[in-house]
């Protein structure tokens, strides 16, 4: 067997070289797991501030909700069930006279698919009316209908004849429900 002289030099360098590859392991170690909570914090950081400006926006989305509500409530109230079409139309024909225009037609197309909503569907109620009288008045009696208790929306409208009296020819669309 060989006898290895050791001195103390030997033993301390061996030591210090032990020790500092120890030490540089752990701050490999140490280095990698900063980086990772670098990381989670910078996603962290992402998320909060995409989190705070919704929060900015909450009050718009929640406006924008109510408004989407009173929207349905009025398009409900407005609309008609398939079977007070016949009312509707006498709705029409009545209020006319009010407003002196003569109604010569007055006639219903087929329901057209509209919307979805919640448990409802809605369709659109061609109406193709041809009329007589004064543009103004006819004007005013259309502006009366889009007022009404009921939902119209003025789909086309042709105006012939000479002024002040016309003949007008045009569709109307109410909308009906199915519950």
Not at 70 to 81: G, N, R, V, Y
Not at 100 to 120: C, D, H, Q, R, W
Not at 169 to 176: E, Q, T
Request: aromatic share 8%; glycine share 4%.
């Amino acid at each position: 067997m060989l006898k290895v002289k050791l001195n103390k030099t030997i033993i301390i360098l061996g030591v210090l070289s032990l020790v500092a590859v120890v030490e540089i392991s752990v701050f490999t170690l140490e280095v990698k797991q900063l980086i990772s909570l670098n990381k989670e914090t910078s996603d962290l950081k992402a998320k909060l501030k995409r989190t705070e400006e919704e929060w900015r926006r909450k009050e718009v989305y929640l406006a924008r909700i109510e408004t989407l509500k009173k929207e349905k409530m009025d398009s409900l109230a407005k609309s008609i069930l398939a079977e007070e079409v016949p009312g509707l139309l006498s709705f029409i024909s009545s209020e006319s006279k009010n407003f002196n225009v003569e109604i010569n037609s007055l006639k219903p197309g087929s329901l057209e698919k509209y919307a979805s909503l919640g448990s409802f569907k809605f369709y659109y109620l061609p109406l193709n009316i041809e009329a007589q009288g004064n543009f103004h008045r006819v004007a005013n009696f259309l502006n009366f209908l889009q007022q009404s208790r009921y939902f119209f929306e003025i789909r086309d409208l042709e105006i012939s004849g000479a002024p002040p009296q016309g003949l007008v020819s045009l569709v109307i669309c109410a909308l009906v429900r199915e519950e």
